[in-house]
């Protein structure tokens, strides 16, 4: 008997005394049965009525992101400013998938070998998408549009904490797509689990944590003809080099580590500082992060909402008490903001001076889904490199240095997905692929260019000159 609830309600982070309206568990059956008869008409509609489909679906988020952006924050918590931000990814998103489309899905002539030949590009079959909450919308539209323009059906599974949100997404999308072809499916872990191994299921993206991913990973091995994509989050680190300005990296990372309360995959957690300028740097830092005060996340005005839930409170409350230097700015707990019921807590910051200690300990192995970060001290560039690579993550890194040589060299040592100079971690446009080595994820990335894990190739050749 599956542990899923039937029915729930999730309630603002920012003010728990706000419900929103009750989510009823999907048939998951019933929803892959209804896929399933979508992607069988969907699979052979052109290429081109595609991407009208789509172009609809994108007028129609366009006219509704300021409702989902109120829903995203009021839902998750993510401050308005930045669910306006996820929408207006979410809505760009398309013109790059159509863009994408058209370069990888097209069939491609083959003049090169023994007999004329092109290499087309079919569609899996559903696709179930499993998004998390901190991007309820755009990281998982992001592969759904990929997986529609291929000619795939999609079964949309969100976030339980972001399920309101999801339903209204959904019902625009569907708004301009045939019958079955966009599925949303309603659950907790049971309901992915049951989704993703369906035989009808042909292909699964999945963005979340890793023992959610591995578990995923393990259940599908018997069934090696599934596609799976995985997006598992990070292990973050900004390398401050002893040429770096230091005020313009205090101020990326301040924003690597705060945005959507930190509640990111390609946050920041680590900060590897040379010796010469820690000090600098880390009071350059503190001064950042003291600007980053909780406040109501539907505010207009607000720079750093609460995390998702009690769960996370107790983890940001696990970390910012492990004895592994001297906290800075100590873990902070606030029970309540603008006389408003939530889940705050305040950046907390600590500088190693142990790093047999900290290297074993979860600032380094273990990803924080929190404003939680940790500096520790490099002697050398060489040294700064051995010190990154000791976590297991390779997902996003970003090295603060003047010299664009050194840049290179060093970053080229770095075992990550996502490599950028001076910027924040959290800096991931959706022009570039996103996705991470290591148990970041399984090379499969997300972004630009995923519809390539969308469709199979089929060689196709011919003679011409048959004997009579």
Not at 129 to 150: D, E, K, Q, S
Not at 306 to 319: E, F, G
Request: aromatic share 6%; glycine share 8%; net charge negative.
């Amino acid at each position: 008997m599956s542990g899923d609830p039937q029915a729930w309600q999730n309630h603002c982070p920012g003010d728990t005394r706000e419900t929103l309206p009750e989510v009823v568990r999907s048939d998951v059956n019933e929803k892959v049965s209804l896929a399933s008869q979508g992607f069988d008409s969907w699979k052979r509609v052109p290429l081109s009525e595609r991407i009208l489909r789509l172009r609809d679906a994108q007028i129609a988020l366009k006219a509704h992101a300021e409702e989902l952006a109120a829903s995203i924050s009021l839902e998750t918590g993510k401050p308005l400013t930045e669910a306006r931000g996820e929408l207006g990814a979410v809505v760009a998103k398309i013109d790059l998938a159509v863009a994408d489309a058209e370069r990888y899905v097209a069939d491609e002539r083959v003049t090169d070998g023994p007999h004329p030949a092109l290499i087309r590009r079919r569609p899996r079959g559903p696709a179930a998408v499993i998004a998390p909450f901190n991007f309820p919308i755009h990281l998982g539209h992001g592969a759904a549009v990929a997986y529609l323009l291929a000619g795939n059906s999609v079964l949309f599974k969100p976030s339980p904490m972001a399920a309101a949100t999801a339903q209204r997404y959904a019902e625009l999308m569907q708004s301009a797509l045939p019958s079955g072809t966009f599925q949303l499916v309603q659950g907790w872990t049971e309901t992915s689990k049951e989704l993703c191994s369906h035989n009808a299921v042909r292909a699964v993206c999945f963005t979340g944590s890793i023992p959610a991913g591995r578990a995923i990973s393990q259940m599908l091995a018997e069934d090696f003809s599934k596609s799976l994509a995985l997006e598992l989050g990070g292990k973050n680190a900004s390398v401050v080099l002893a040429d770096a300005d230091v005020d313009a990296a205090a101020t990326a990372i301040a924003e690597s580590i705060c945005l959507t309360a930190g509640q990111r995959c390609n946050a920041t957690s680590r900060i590897l500082v040379h010796t010469s300028i820690v000090d600098a740097l880390t009071d350059a830092l503190v001064e950042r992060l003291r600007m980053y005060q909780p406040s109501y996340p539907v505010s207009g005005e607000c720079k750093l909402g609460p995390l998702i839930s009690k769960a996370a409170v107790d983890r940001y409350r696990r970390l910012s008490a492990l004895p592994v230097g001297d906290w800075v700015l100590p873990g902070v707990v606030l029970d309540h903001v603008d006389k408003r019921p939530g889940y705050y807590v305040l950046p907390a910051l600590v500088v190693c001076s142990d790093r047999e200690s900290f290297v074993a300990s979860p600032l380094q192995m273990d990803e924080a889904f929190c404003p939680v970060a940790a500096i520790l001290p490099f002697s050398d560039d060489t040294d700064a490199v051995a010190l990154h690579n000791t976590t297991p993550f390779g997902l996003t890194a970003s090295i603060f240095t003047a010299d664009p040589a050194r840049f290179a060299r060093v970053g080229d040592e770095l075992d990550v997905g996502n490599l950028y100079r001076n910027l924040p971690t959290t800096f991931s446009p959706s022009t570039l692929p996103f996705g991470g080595h290591g148990v970041s994820g399984n090379g499969k990335p997300g972004g630009r260019g995923f519809i390539r894990f969308a469709a199979e190739d089929q060689a196709v050749q011919w003679r011409e000159d048959a004997p009579t």
